[in-house]
């Protein structure tokens, strides 16, 4: 999917129509029976409603005329008192099921696409922006839910009064039916006219409020920031100009609707008031009896409100057309990173070896250049190499190929001998634990966030590794323990604790190749001794790849490789490297002369 449509420039029009809704359709045709009670209890309701006319027809024709018999008038509201049981049972029992179909399409909807999602490469969240994303399978989706738990049925009881009562009144009146008719004729000409611009603006109206929730998120993340600059106004004039924006959206959605409203309830009653006067003159002449111009006046009046009704739901319906259509974008994104039919099984003995074979790589926002350049490397089981050099060498992008986030435009990239590409990438990586410089941490418990580098490890294992990492202390001093909430972001840790649950994380993982990116950065020298303490017993017998800025973390390495432009210009062990007059050397110098 391309990144997200600016929000006040309609997309292709076809995500603005009807036919999108069969991505709803689809998910409700998973659940036939709740969808025939559905429909029964929409036919027995349109049908009751229908018969009320009928009743008074009756109880006018027997009770208000000469020589009245009483039993045949008790009958005639006994009959119209069943009628409204009935509509009541019906109106009820449509009410659950189409209420049950809402909730459980869109439940369905949300699952389907955030497991889809979660088969997509970065490069997709790159490109669009996860917030916008998450509005999507919120405001979408709840919008989705209105339209099948409430609109579609509306829309489907009114079309039916319509056509049952235009039945009705063709015999009740055939004469009068028909002058009716040429009325609602009149009235489809402002539904075709008028329903293509507030396709274009529901479309709209869903892109702006999407954007409203995304710079919710993006600021709220950021509120220190905000407050620590001082831009609290600025942004507070950002989130006023959004709603203005989706404000205006609204109103020339609103307005549009409110005009096919009047216009259509207009024409549907004018028409009526026509029809009736034609209608008092026949009964004047004995044409018609008074039962019958009441159930006509009835049943007229059940046609206008029907119609007048689906105006106004066209409009929802539309708005869920375009929901269901940027659900379907998300829907229709399939991974570029994916196994194989036939995948290559990787070795049983896992050494956690890595090669790089004249790796050429560009990103896709940034074809021009190249970030890794016929890039060669290979690190050897149990073998810790370090990767330094200055900001874009293409550092941080040996990880993400590693992980195969990527896959290179030329060269492979191997892992215990088996190029990437070639295998099923959820095997590789769970051979790989990655201690990455901004430490995520979920807003979980602290048991949770341990548990995500094994789920199934129990508590013993927990504190083991926590242990090891030197996060126990912290740990059990916590409140509840491991079961404490440490909020978003793990906002209740400090910044070395949140990397020593990271490692902690990784020990729990036990992959044979372990990456760790900055690991030690922006720490004070008591969290980063503690926290590289703790590294050294993660890095015992595993095969390491380290990328760093501050060189005095990887004077251990077994080699030390010097990037600059996407290649290698040196490669030794620290002493000899500081020995020489390389780029190491210098960038070395250069930093131990200033601490």
Same mark, same amino acid.
């Given at each position: 999917? =391309?990144?997200?449509?600016?929000?006040?420039?309609?997309?292709?029009?076809?995500?603005?129509?009807?036919?999108?809704?069969?991505?709803?359709?689809?998910?409700?045709?998973?659940?036939?029976?709740? @969808? $025939? =009670?559905?429909?029964? *209890?929409?036919?027995?309701?349109?049908?009751?409603?229908?018969?009320?006319?009928?009743?008074?027809?009756?109880?006018?024709?027997?009770?208000?005329?000469?020589?009245?018999?009483?039993?045949? !008038?008790?009958?005639?509201?006994?009959?119209?008192?069943?009628?409204?049981?009935?509509? *009541?049972?019906?109106?009820?029992?449509?009410?659950?099921?189409?209420?049950?179909?809402?909730?459980?399409?869109?439940?369905?909807?949300?699952?389907?696409?955030?497991?889809?999602?979660?088969? %997509?490469?970065?490069?997709?969240?790159?490109?669009?922006?996860?917030?916008?994303? /998450?509005?999507r399978l919120t405001s979408d989706t709840t919008l989705i839910e209105q339209v099948v738990g409430s609109t579609v049925s509306?829309?489907?009881?009114?079309?039916?009064?319509?056509?049952?009562?235009?039945?009705?009144?063709?015999?009740?009146?055939?004469?009068?039916?028909?002058?009716?008719? !040429?009325?609602?004729?009149?009235?489809?000409?402002? %539904?075709?006219?008028?329903?293509?611009?507030?396709?274009?603006?529901?479309?709209?109206?869903?892109?702006?409020?999407?954007?409203?929730?995304?710079?919710?998120?993006?600021?709220?993340?950021?509120?220190?920031? !905000?407050? +620590?600059?001082?831009?609290? =106004?600025?942004? &507070?004039?950002?989130?006023?100009?959004?709603?203005?924006?989706?404000?205006?959206?609204?109103?020339?959605?609103?307005?549009?609707? *409110?005009?096919?409203?009047?216009?259509?309830?207009?024409?549907?009653?004018?028409?009526?008031?026509?029809? $009736?006067?034609?209608?008092?003159?026949?009964? /004047?002449?004995?044409?018609?009896?008074?039962?019958?111009?009441? +159930?006509? !006046?009835?049943?007229?009046?059940?046609?206008?409100?029907?119609?007048?009704? $689906?105006?106004?739901?066209?409009?929802?319906?539309?708005?869920?057309?375009?929901?269901?259509?940027?659900?379907?974008?998300?829907?229709?994104?399939?991974?570029?990173?994916?196994?194989?039919?036939?995948?290559?099984?990787?070795?049983?003995?896992?050494?956690?070896?890595?090669?790089?074979?004249?790796?050429?790589?560009?990103?896709?926002?940034?074809?021009?250049? &190249?970030?890794?350049?016929?890039?060669?490397?290979? @690190?050897? /089981?149990?073998?810790?190499?370090?990767?330094?050099?200055?900001?874009?060498?293409?550092?941080?992008?040996? %990880?993400?190929? #590693?992980?195969?986030?990527?896959?290179?435009?030329?060269?492979?990239?191997?892992?215990?001998?088996?190029?990437?590409?070639?295998?099923?990438?959820? %095997?590789?990586r769970k051979r790989i634990a990655m201690v990455p410089q901004d430490t995520v941490i979920f807003g979980a418990s602290a048991?949770?966030?341990?548990?995500?580098? #094994?789920?199934?490890?129990?508590?013993?294992?927990?504190?083991?590794?926590?242990?090891? /990492?030197?996060?126990?202390?912290?740990?059990?001093?916590?409140?509840?323990?491991?079961?404490?909430?440490?909020?978003?972001?793990?906002?209740?840790?400090?910044?070395?604790?949140?990397?020593?649950?990271?490692? +902690?994380?990784?020990?729990?993982?036990?992959?044979?190749? $372990?990456?760790?990116?900055? =690991?030690?950065?922006?720490?004070?020298?008591?969290?980063?001794?503690?926290?590289?303490? #703790?590294?050294?017993?993660?890095?015992?017998?595993?095969?390491?790849?380290?990328?760093?800025?501050?060189?005095?973390?990887?004077?251990?390495?077994?080699?030390?490789?010097?990037?600059?432009?996407?290649?290698?210009?040196?490669?030794?062990?620290?002493?000899?490297?500081?020995?020489?007059?390389?780029?190491?050397?210098?960038?070395?110098?250069?930093?131990?002369?200033?601490?």
């Amino acid at each position: 999917m =391309a990144s997200s449509p600016q929000p006040d420039v309609p997309t292709d029009p076809r995500q603005r129509r009807i036919g999108n809704l069969r991505l709803v359709w689809r998910h409700a045709l998973r659940y036939p029976w709740q @969808i $025939l =009670a559905a429909f029964v *209890a929409l036919c027995v309701s349109s049908a009751a409603t229908l018969g009320i006319p009928y009743g008074f027809k009756r109880i006018i024709d027997r009770g208000f005329s000469t020589g009245v018999d009483p039993h045949a !008038v008790t009958t005639s509201f006994h009959y119209l008192l069943m009628i409204v049981v009935v509509l *009541a049972l019906a109106t009820a029992a449509r009410f659950w099921f189409v209420s049950w179909l809402g909730e459980r399409v869109v439940a369905d909807l949300r699952i389907e696409v955030q497991a889809n999602l979660l088969t %997509l490469a970065p490069r997709f969240f790159e490109e669009n922006r996860p917030s916008e994303i /998450a509005s999507r399978l919120t405001s979408d989706t709840t919008l989705i839910e209105q339209v099948v738990g409430s609109t579609v049925s509306i829309a489907l009881r009114n079309l039916f009064t319509t056509i049952g009562g235009v039945a009705y009144l063709l015999v009740l009146s055939p004469k009068l039916a028909g002058l009716l008719l !040429v009325g609602i004729m009149l009235v489809m000409a402002p %539904l075709i006219l008028l329903g293509r611009r507030i396709r274009s603006f529901s479309r709209s109206s869903q892109d702006r409020i999407a954007a409203i929730g995304g710079l919710a998120t993006e600021v709220l993340g950021a509120m220190k920031i !905000v407050q +620590a600059f001082g831009q609290e =106004a600025r942004e &507070a004039r950002r989130f006023q100009d959004a709603v203005a924006a989706v404000f205006s959206a609204a109103k020339r959605r609103i307005g549009v609707r *409110a005009l096919m409203t009047a216009l259509v309830i207009g024409l549907v009653f004018g028409a009526i008031v026509l029809v $009736l006067q034609q209608g008092a003159l026949d009964v /004047a002449a004995g044409r018609m009896t008074g039962g019958s111009i009441a +159930a006509f !006046v009835l049943t007229g009046g059940l046609v206008a409100g029907a119609l007048g009704a $689906l105006a106004e739901v066209y409009g929802d319906l539309l708005r869920g057309a375009g929901a269901a259509s940027r659900l379907g974008e998300l829907l229709a994104e399939r991974p570029e990173i994916r196994a194989p039919a036939r995948p290559v099984a990787l070795p049983e003995t896992a050494t956690g070896r890595l090669t790089f074979e004249r790796v050429t790589f560009h990103y896709p926002s940034r074809p021009e250049v &190249a970030a890794l350049d016929d890039f060669t490397l290979d @690190i050897g /089981a149990g073998q810790t190499v370090a990767v330094v050099g200055p900001s874009g060498a293409g550092k941080s992008t040996l %990880l993400q190929l #590693a992980q195969r986030f990527y896959d290179p435009q030329a060269g492979r990239v191997l892992l215990d001998g088996v190029a990437l590409a070639d295998a099923d990438p959820a %095997l590789v990586r769970k051979r790989i634990a990655m201690v990455p410089q901004d430490t995520v941490i979920f807003g979980a418990s602290a048991r949770d966030n341990l548990r995500y580098g #094994a789920w199934d490890a129990d508590d013993a294992a927990l504190w083991a590794a926590a242990e090891a /990492a030197n996060a126990a202390t912290f740990l059990r001093a916590l409140p509840d323990g491991l079961d404490t909430y440490l909020g978003e972001g793990g906002a209740r840790l400090s910044g070395g604790q949140r990397q020593r649950l990271a490692i +902690a994380r990784a020990l729990l993982r036990d992959a044979p190749l $372990l990456l760790l990116d900055e =690991a030690t950065s922006a720490l004070d020298a008591e969290s980063e001794r503690l926290v590289q303490d #703790a590294l050294d017993r993660l890095m015992q017998g595993r095969t390491t790849m380290v990328i760093a800025h501050r060189l005095a973390t990887v004077r251990k390495a077994d080699r030390i490789v010097v990037m600059e432009d996407g290649r290698i210009v040196e490669q030794g062990t620290h002493d000899a490297l500081f020995a020489g007059s390389g780029l190491y050397a210098r960038l070395a110098k250069l930093q131990f002369e200033v601490a």
